[in-house]
């Protein structure tokens, strides 16, 4: 699957979980699927088009422990993330990792951690988002050239005020680009505003790495 996505397989008992995965992984661009037991996300899985699979450990008719079991014993090496309520301890995050699974994820969780996570591992393997919220053809918001010099370099830890300095524009046009920008970007803070240009490829990672 390297190149594209497929879809992002949510499998879990409860519609609300299944609606904050769906929720945070949108706006970061990933195509998800919601089903509700472990034989759904098994029988989807082996239709193939899922490229990553998220999993609730205590899905209704088996544990999610069984569905990442069966799908390693059958060859399939998609990044699969186990999903836990907070009670989970050590043990459970240790036996789901032995297992196969990339990734252990405790709720409730951060929707920007939760998407920068799954894109963490989807990268590793050659993976991109078949689409971006918010975007345009090539699943991206539409910037403006100075909105994109500002963007760029808000990632790099510049203050309202240097950027003015550095483009030879006023701290109230700054301001009203950064509005502008998080708009577009569905972000409440510049610091949130940083994150999810990384996540869909508007700024370079080791940039956003360094702001955040």
């Known amino acids: 699957m390297a190149g594209n996505w497929g879809s992002v397989l949510v499998a879990d008992g409860d519609r609300a979980s299944r609606s904050r995965v769906r929720d945070a992984l949108g706006p970061a661009g990933f195509e998800t699927v919601e089903v509700a037991t472990g034989r759904e996300a098994l029988a989807a899985v082996r239709a193939e088009g899922v490229a990553v699979l998220l999993l609730e450990v205590d899905l209704p008719d088996m544990s999610g422990y069984e569905v990442c079991r069966s799908l390693r014993d059958e060859g399939r090496d998609l990044p699969i993330f186990f999903v836990a309520g907070t009670h989970s301890d050590e043990h459970d995050r240790v036996a789901g990792l032995l297992l196969g699974a990339d990734d252990f994820i405790v709720k409730p969780f951060e929707r920007n951690e939760l998407a ?19 975007g345009n053809g090539n699943g991206k918001p539409i910037l403006t050239p100075r909105e994109s010099e500002i963007l760029a370099l808000l990632a790099r830890g ?15 046009t700054v301001a009203t680009h950064i509005q502008h920008l998080l708009g577009k970007l569905n972000a409440h803070s510049r610091a949130e505003l940083v994150a999810r240009a990384y996540l869909i490829g508007l700024v370079a990672s080791t940039v956003a790495t360094e702001a955040i």
């Open 116 to 134: 920068a996570r799954v894109r963490r591992v989807a990268e590793r393997r050659g993976m991109r988002p078949q689409a971006e919220a918010n």
């Open 158 to 172: 510049s203050s309202q005020g240097a950027i003015a300095s550095e483009l030879s524009i006023s701290p109230k």
